[in-house]
């Protein structure tokens, strides 16, 4: 069985950092773009940031630039977000996911949006208090 799980979220204060990580099973995700997405309460699911199989190209969402980053251990089947200078804004369960049909090989061709994705975790809370 195809799993993504997702942890080392948990509460934090406002200016500190944490590293939250995505563990795949059941198959390689090697070929896949794999991203990061956030739903807080009483609002969509939006994107964080995603990065290509290869590891070399990365998009991230504007609210995050300079203080998210995003790695992957490909070896270890393993997605990575660091999250620096946290903001209660931040708040949110984070999802991982997979686009099987995405390798994300030119920049331009990362996948945003997330019906592009297929595979998903179940999501680990994020909460950042002020």
């Known amino acids: 069985q195809v799993q993504l799980v997702e942890s080392g979220g948990g509460l934090v204060q406002a200016g500190g950092s944490l590293r939250l990580s995505c563990a795949a099973s059941?198959?390689?995700?090697?070929?896949?773009?794999m991203a990061w997405f956030r739903q807080a309460p009483g609002k969509e699911r939006e994107f964080v940031g995603c990065?290509?199989?290869?590891?070399?190209?990365?998009r991230y969402a504007d609210s995050v630039k300079g203080r998210f980053t995003i790695s992957r251990d490909n070896a270890k089947n393993t997605m990575y977000l660091q999250m620096n200078s946290l903001k209660p804004e931040d708040t949110a369960v984070y999802y991982c996911?997979?686009?099987?049909?995405?390798?994300?090989?030119?920049?331009?061709?990362?996948?945003?949006?997330?019906?592009?994705?297929?595979?998903w975790g179940q999501g680990t809370q994020v909460t950042v208090s002020s």
């Open positions: 059941g198959r390689s995700f090697g070929g896949a773009t």
């Open positions: 990065i290509s199989a290869s590891g070399v190209n990365t």
């Open positions: 996911a997979a686009a099987t049909s995405y390798s994300g090989a030119w920049s331009w061709s990362l996948p945003l949006q997330p019906r592009q994705y297929d595979h």
